[in-house]
């Protein structure tokens, strides 16, 4: 009987081996699982501002072309036909051209 102890003994041993074999892989598995979601959401906060920097960037080159047209981008006078350079047109493609290089 000694005998059939320490074989009994001995899967106890090998299962508990398994066991903490098993923790340290649902460990792992865990942390992996965690890494993907930060990953995940820095992924869509990135697609999120590149979204957003090609669609102000559209806009601006599309105030440029108007001004460049002969239009006024100002709030004051938008889209009414100019002569001449206007101060607050310029001033204005100024301020938007350094909001966009400072992103």
């Known amino acids: ?8 003994d001995g899967i106890i041993s090998s299962s508990s081996g398994n066991g903490r074999k098993n923790t340290k892989f649902l460990e792992e598995v865990q942390t992996l699982q965690r890494h993907v979601h930060h990953l995940e959401e820095q992924n869509e906060f990135l697609r ?4 957003a920097e090609r669609e102000q960037g559209t806009g601006f080159k599309n105030l440029t072309r108007l001004y460049e047209e002969g239009y006024h981008v100002c ?3 938008f889209a009414r036909s100019r002569m001449g350079d206007c101060l607050f047109c310029v001033s204005f493609l100024n301020k938007e051209n350094k909001t966009r290089e400072e992103m």
């Open 1 to 8: 009987m000694m005998h059939k102890r320490s074989d009994d």
């Open 48 to 51: 999120a501002q590149l979204y």
């Open 75 to 77: 709030p004051a006078h």
